[in-house]
């Protein structure tokens, strides 16, 4: 199991279930941007106000399932940075139990620095790239 220094908690809500009562497939990739967002946010990279300010455009994501989430469980979603490129970045996830540390799913994205004004990729900024080294240690 890989640690992750971030974790963000996700709220399993009654619409979240489906008709086989546990949670929809797709809203585990919800999950997962979620606690992305979060994870920019808690590392002062976006202030989460102005979207063409973020910085980044997702180029791809990924999610392997490993046990059904169900309504009475008590879930997190780990993050972590584990490459970074020159316009990119790797994010590796998790969705665990909370109590028990079990893992739900695993799953990674790629996400490219991007000028939204210029809709072009550009290098990852200096200020990112240091910010993310620090913390992830990579």
Known sequence: MQEFL???PIVIRYG???AQRHVNN???????????V???????LWDGTDFDEIGIILLETTCTF???????????AGVKMIKLG?????????LEDAETGDTFAT???ILVAYDYAAETSIPVPDHWRK????????
């Open 6 to 8: 971030f974790y963000h």
């Open 16 to 18: 979240d279930l489906d």
């Open 26 to 36: 797709a809203r585990y990739f919800t999950f997962l941007e979620e606690a992305r």
């Open 38 to 44: 979060q994870y920019l946010k808690n590392l002062g």
């Open 66 to 76: 490993k046990a059904p989430i169900r309504y009475e469980h008590k879930v997190r």
């Open 86 to 94: 020159n316009k990119s970045m790797e994010l590796l996830h998790s």
């Open 107 to 109: 799953g990674r994205s």
């Open 131 to 138: 910010t993310l080294l620090t913390y992830d240690g990579k």
